[in-house]
């Protein structure tokens, strides 16, 4: 199936890499206007001069940066707030700083940029918004991840109010759930153990698929939520985790 996106347009946040450059190429390649954004520009280049992608630089901690993108760019159909921080360890690893920033960067970050669009999206007559939730989160408890669960847990919550309360009005809203996905942000992550060739040998082995996940095999359910295959769906945490919540 292609074109399943033709004339809508998407916006991203952390697209220059990763499940977030993943989905921008996905959205573009389906047909939509892509807008990719990120806060590193020499890896937002290398998309620069693909079909159907624009890129600008945002940072989604940055109230002015994100209005004033929303008031340039205008209506978007498909929002996806993909920006977040994976922090390593438990509450007695965690500082109040630390804590702080995962809910001002992986839940703020989401809410910022959702009251920006959501009111040209209300006023254009609906549009899907799509949030970057985990399995690491109110689906499951697992080891060294309390921020990121606890972020990630609130970002369902947001997910599913924003559903809804806006359900009659045109507007779904969906969460995905990845389960450990190879990207340059697990790279650095395992870069900081002590021993990363056996770090990374643990990972894989807690996969029940025996492998770690794709940023294209979570591109795949964006785009699905993002097209109007999925119409009927809206307030789901959509799980693609390799059998990690079985």
């Not at 009111?119 to 007559?125: C, D, E, I, R």
Request: aromatic share 6%.
């Amino acid at each position: 199936m292609t074109n399943r996106l033709t004339g809508k347009k998407a916006l991203l946040s952390a697209a220059a890499q990763g499940i977030g450059r993943a989905s921008a190429l996905a959205f573009a390649a389906e047909g939509a206007e892509v807008i990719a954004t990120d806060i590193n520009a020499e890896t937002l280049a290398e998309i620069a001069d693909t079909d159907g992608i624009t890129v600008r630089m945002l940072d989604v901690t940055d109230d002015d940066a994100v209005a004033d993108l929303a008031a340039e760019i205008g209506t978007v159909d498909i929002l996806f707030n993909v920006a977040g921080f994976v922090h390593h360890g438990s509450i007695l690893d965690c500082t109040e700083s630390e804590w702080d920033f995962g809910f001002e960067l992986n839940v703020k970050g989401a809410f910022r940029m959702i009251r920006a669009f959501l009111p040209v999206m209300l006023k254009a007559g609906g549009g899907s918004i799509i949030n970057m939730a985990s399995v690491a989160s109110s689906l499951r408890g697992l080891p060294d991840r309390l921020v990121y669960g606890a972020t990630k847990s609130a970002v369902i919550g947001l997910t599913k109010s924003v559903a809804a309360d806006y359900i009659r009005q045109g507007i779904r809203c969906n969460a995905i759930c990845p389960g450990t996905v190879q990207s340059p942000s697990l790279d650095d992550r395992i870069a900081a153990f002590d021993d990363p060739v056996q770090a990374r040998k643990d990972f894989i082995a807690r996969q029940p698929l025996g492998r770690l996940g794709t940023a294209e095999e979570i591109a795949a359910m964006a785009v699905y939520l993002a097209s109007d295959e999925s119409r009927y769906t809206t307030g789901t945490a959509m799980v693609v985790d390799g059998g990690v919540t079985l």
